[in-house]
């Protein structure tokens, strides 16, 4: 059973630094791996997807990064700002059928502070 | 983007009513659409898959006829709550995509908060 990791759970910073975000996944053997942002009492949205043929994937000050090997990936926040503040999820497809069912790690909420 | 979205976005009940939400895929047709369980402070867990003109694939351990699930056109599925408790309230989001591909992504819906008194 596929079994996903994040680290730190809870993460503040200053306005302008540059931090990283950990997950880890226990089977290899994945499709994909998707980063989403949820704000308080909202849905998901979807940052980036990481196909399993890639090893990174950039959008704005974003960029996640995927090592299938050791069943990490990364994402990585350049000069956060307060409006980033957010948990951060991230997301395998697990199952060999097309339905890609996706199992999420716990997250880690973010706060940045001005 | 592909916009999906979710009714009621809150909903307040009495114990024992059931209580239907809808999931929309606004601006594309979805094959499958999943529905999520969010509790406080945890991630999301999935409660089943519904493709579109079959039933539902129900994750192990929820109930298939607590939580009934119809995915009846390519841009709607219910997902309804009958004889809701209060240990059922909890946050109900729903994701789509459009065919069936493994690697095209899920759209989120923002969510219906589910309150049982």
């Known amino acids: 059973k596929q079994e996903v990791t994040q680290i730190p759970a809870a993460l503040s910073v200053p306005e302008g630094e540059n931090l990283v975000l950990n997950c880890s996944f226990t089977d290899s053997a994945i499709y994909n791996l998707q980063w989403f942002r949820q704000d308080p009492g909202k849905g998901l949205t979807s940052l980036l997807l990481i196909q399993s043929s890639q090893r990174e994937q950039t959008s704005g000050r974003l960029n996640a990064s995927l090592d299938k090997s050791s069943g990490r990936s990364t994402l990585y926040i350049a000069a956060s700002q307060p409006g980033d503040s957010a948990t951060y999820l991230c997301a395998v497809p697990n199952g060999e059928t097309s339905g890609s069912r996706l199992t999420f790690g716990e997250g880690t909420q973010l706060t940045v502070n001005p | 983007g592909a916009v999906v979205s979710q009714h009621p976005s809150w909903v307040i009940c009495k114990s024992g009513t059931s209580v239907k939400i809808e999931c929309r895929s606004l601006?594309?047709?979805?094959?499958?659409m999943f529905w999520y369980r969010q509790f406080p402070k945890q991630s999301l867990m999935l409660m089943a898959t519904?493709?579109?003109?079959?039933?539902?694939?129900?994750e192990q351990g929820v109930e298939k006829d607590k939580f009934l699930i119809n995915h009846a056109s390519l841009t709607l599925s219910t997902l309804t709550v009958t004889s809701a408790h209060p240990e059922d309230s909890s946050f109900y989001i729903c994701?789509?995509?459009?065919?069936?591909?493994?690697?095209?992504?899920?759209?989120f819906g923002p969510g219906t908060r589910l309150l049982v008194l």
């Open positions: 994701s789509a995509r459009s065919g069936w591909r493994r690697w095209t992504t899920q759209y």
């Open positions: 601006d594309f047709q979805a094959t499958t």
């Open positions: 519904s493709n579109e003109g079959s039933k539902a694939t129900y």
